[in-house]
């Protein structure tokens, strides 16, 4: 009775806030950590496998409240460069994993009716083949579409990006493809990860669960330099909710609120000042 009574309130609830998320502006691109996956398999007495499955079935979902709620692009940061530190064991398992989620997407017609645009950001060459492989096929199936990006993040990290941009860019430049005076915030962007295509967006809402209030290293140009709003959430990944994703959307729409009030409030104190100027030079 108990239960029944609490999903009834959570779906009302939920309801709601879905109306009024829906009902403001949407970030255009939002970045997630998706952190606890390991956590919660230790919680339950079960092999760190059991986290990653159930971790990759929420990523499953999130892709969809994404698309279905208007984001036009999303990262997730599946696998970083600091990963590798852990067991051998686990990282093939969770390669073989995430390499059957790209063959599924590859395959399901709702990733081509959605037309979404699959791009694995991060240093290929420390993968496994096969993995390669996929990454490669879901990459190239998904290429001219253009309604929603999806990038994950593999074998991804931001200093290691940007100092593999600066290579790029020092390499062209001794070649004289670029000169010195045509680096600026543009060229530097568009050397990030992907190798080709258009530069992963700068970030409008940063989401990392698990209880942890830190960045890690994860896309550091795109989020630090837009000032974009964070969220940062108990639940460990297999347990992020629906009602979790609305929360950080109105966390953003808030932050949003209130830098447009901010804005607001400049451009009424100028336009005072201006008139306190003007009264004072017509006497």
């Known amino acids: 009775m ?53 971790g990759a079935d929420v990523t499953e979902k999130v892709i969809e409240w994404s698309y279905d709620i208007g984001v036009k692009e999303l990262t997730v940061y599946a696998f970083s460069t600091e990963n590798f530190n852990r067991s051998s064991d686990e990282t093939l398992q969770l390669f073989d994993l995430i390499g059957s989620k790209f063959d599924y997407m590859r395959e399901n017609e709702r990733t081509h009716e959605r037309e979404i645009r699959v791009r694995v950001i991060g240093d290929h060459s420390l993968l496994p083949e096969e993995l390669q492989k996929s990454a490669r096929k879901i990459e190239q199936a998904t290429k001219d579409y253009d309604k929603f990006n999806l990038n994950v993040a ?67 140009w795109q989020a630090n330099g837009n000032e974009c709003a964070a969220y940062f959430c108990a639940p460990f990944w297999p347990e992020f909710r629906r009602i979790d994703f609305l929360r950080s959307i109105r966390i953003y729409q808030a932050r949003l609120a209130e830098q447009k009030k901010k804005e607001n409030h400049r451009t009424t104190h100028f336009l005072k000042e201006i008139t306190k100027t003007g009264d004072g030079h017509c006497q």
């Not at 045509?182 to 970030?203: L, R």
């Open 154 to 220: 593999l074998a991804y990290g931001g200093r290691q990006d940007i100092v593999q941009a600066v290579r790029k860019m020092a390499d062209k430049v001794l070649k004289g493809q670029i000169s010195l005076e045509d680096i600026n915030e543009s060229t530097i962007a568009d050397h990030f990860y992907p190798s080709e295509g258009a530069a992963v967006s700068n970030v409008d809402l940063i989401i990392r669960t698990g209880g942890n209030e830190r960045i890690s290293n994860f896309l550091p």
């Open 2 to 54: 108990i239960r029944s009574l609490m999903n009834l309130f959570y779906k009302t609830y939920e309801r709601a806030l879905s109306k009024d998320v829906k009902s403001g502006t949407v970030p255009e691109h939002v970045a997630i950590i998706m952190d606890g996956n390991r956590r919660f398999a230790s919680r339950l007495g079960k092999r760190t496998s059991y986290g990653h499955s159930k």
